[in-house]
């Protein structure tokens, strides 16, 4: 390999180096310099370098391809969503500075550790091969393990470190068995060649190692029946961790799991496709009904969170390129509504310390009418009520079903997204028509101003979105 070469290839991964760079000089930075200043200083260029990450992601790269044997891609899909994910952990570090000195846990560690969980979810969304995939799910998932039993003084947060971690070994288990079963059949790792393998016909054990790979990955987007750690983790976990579980993580491994699918294995389609659409029906209708009896506003994202997983998995089961593009365009808007939304629940703080009831939102549209109706706001576009911005990444979602003839599968996300409105109108209801003595102190300037641009965006993007509406009746959205 020549000198040109490698540049060029090292050049595609200048948004990973960065973050991995950046970490490891934090860190010493953070060891050597003592004080409440340096641990700030080390929160902001955190930061920093996720926002210089994005711009790389976006402008640095100086060009598309693969690196390194064609174990690592670069290319639109890859570019998206490392802006996305970028920037996503940088808002939820913003959201986190106030939190974790509130609560006397600001510490070095915690920015450290979401930069490093950003860089193996910059490499999952990049990875061409099964080696590099199971690279940046586990330098993810160990980062995510330690945050989320951060309050290690919590008996809620180290039960819930303990049980994603138990878990998640658990899923790591399965994915890797089914990464070896691929390897074992089809004599490769690589996705080109795992691509050439299915197209000269899949087998029985390749199917097996197939659905093996999409169970493992299907945990880490917390979908039925792979859930079961999301709400306990969502209430146990501090509030930033939870805002940073269901976002950034979220989004980087239904987009691997995107690439998987259409890629290596876009020949296996009717082989994979049951199986997607019975996860997807499945998260729908756990999420939807399994929200509707909760009274903590974190169990409750929790379960919104593990529905909205199944319209994603609605999008990847159409296995298209309209699929892929509703894909992205529904988990970004998710991504703003659900940002939004844990803001607002870090502003739910009263003189003696955090809430989290769904109760203790009564009367506060009428105490704080510029949160109440941020929160409405994000409510409904979470929920996909019409015409905020949140139903047009559903509509796009059940449209590009419709165009692969999944119709049942269509209808029940239709019949689910109805049933889902129930819990997210229920907290309006309390803010707008309940009453309580309760009294909030004021947030932060960074979570009150998060909290209101995020509310604000899901008015401010439907003149986008509707222009899109009517380009995907006119012209189809995979033409542009």
């Not at 891609?73 to 890859?78: E, I, T």
């Not at 330098?139 to 994603?164: C, I, T």
């Not at 300037?445 to 209101?452: A, G, K, L, N, P």
Request: aromatic share 12%.
């Amino acid at each position: 390999m020549t000198a040109d070469m490698l540049s060029q290839e090292i050049s595609l991964l200048l948004p990973e180096i960065l973050l991995a760079g950046g970490a490891m000089v934090l860190l010493m930075l953070g060891v050597f310099m003592e004080g409440e200043r340096a641990t700030r200083l080390v929160y902001t260029l955190s930061i920093l370098a996720l926002i210089g990450a994005a711009l790389l992601a976006l402008f640095g790269t100086g060009g598309e391809g693969t690196a390194f044997g064609g174990a690592f891609v670069f290319d639109p899909l890859a570019k998206f969503s490392k802006v996305a994910i970028a920037l996503v952990a940088a808002l939820t570090l913003t959201l986190a500075l106030p939190y974790l000195d509130k609560e006397k846990l600001l510490k070095i560690e915690y920015p450290i550790l979401a930069i490093l969980a950003a860089t193996g979810m910059g490499m999952m969304v990049s990875a061409n091969d099964l080696i590099s995939m199971y690279m940046g799910i586990e330098l993810q998932s160990l980062a995510l393990y330690v945050l989320a039993a951060f309050n290690r003084d919590s008996l809620r947060a180290s039960e819930a470190g303990l049980k994603y971690f138990v878990l998640g070994a658990l899923s790591s288990g399965l994915l890797l068995y089914g990464a070896s079963l691929v390897y074992g059949f089809t004599g490769a790792t690589g996705f080109e060649e795992i691509a050439q393998a299915v197209a000269a016909g899949p087998t029985v054990g390749l199917t097996f190692g197939l659905v093996f790979v999409i169970c493992g990955l299907a945990f880490k987007v917390s979908a039925a029946p792979f859930h079961m750690w999301t709400p306990d983790v969502y209430e146990g976990a501090p509030t930033p961790v939870t805002a940073f579980f269901a976002t950034a993580p979220k989004f980087a491994a239904i987009v691997l799991l995107a690439r998987i699918l259409v890629e290596p294995f876009g020949g296996m389609m009717d082989q994979w496709r049951d199986v997607v659409w019975m996860i997807a029906a499945l998260s729908m209708g756990v999420g939807a009904f399994g929200a509707l009896t909760q009274t903590n506003i974190k169990r409750l994202l929790a379960y919104s969170s593990i529905s909205n997983m199944g319209y994603a998995l609605v999008a990847i089961a159409s296995g298209s390129q309209t699929g892929l593009w509703a894909l992205l365009v529904f988990m970004s808007l998710y991504m703003v509504g659900v940002v939004g939304a844990f803001g607002a629940v870090l502003s739910m703080r009263t003189k003696e310390g955090m809430v989290e009831n769904i109760s203790d939102l009564a009367g506060l549209a009428q105490r704080n009418p510029g949160l109440g109706w941020s929160i409405t706001a994000l409510m409904f576009s979470i929920g996909g009520l019409p015409f905020m911005v949140g139903f047009f990444g559903k509509f796009f979602v059940i449209y590009s079903a419709v165009q692969a003839d999944l119709i049942i599968l269509s209808v029940l996300a239709v019949l689910f997204s109805v049933v889902s409105a129930a819990y997210y109108l229920r907290v309006v209801k309390v803010m707008w028509f309940d009453s309580s003595d309760i009294e909030f102190v004021p947030s932060a300037m960074s979570i009150y101003w998060v909290t209101r641009m995020a509310g604000l965006a899901t008015v401010l993007l439907l003149p986008v979105l509707g222009w899109l509406v009517y380009r995907a009746f006119s012209v189809g959205l995979a033409t542009f």
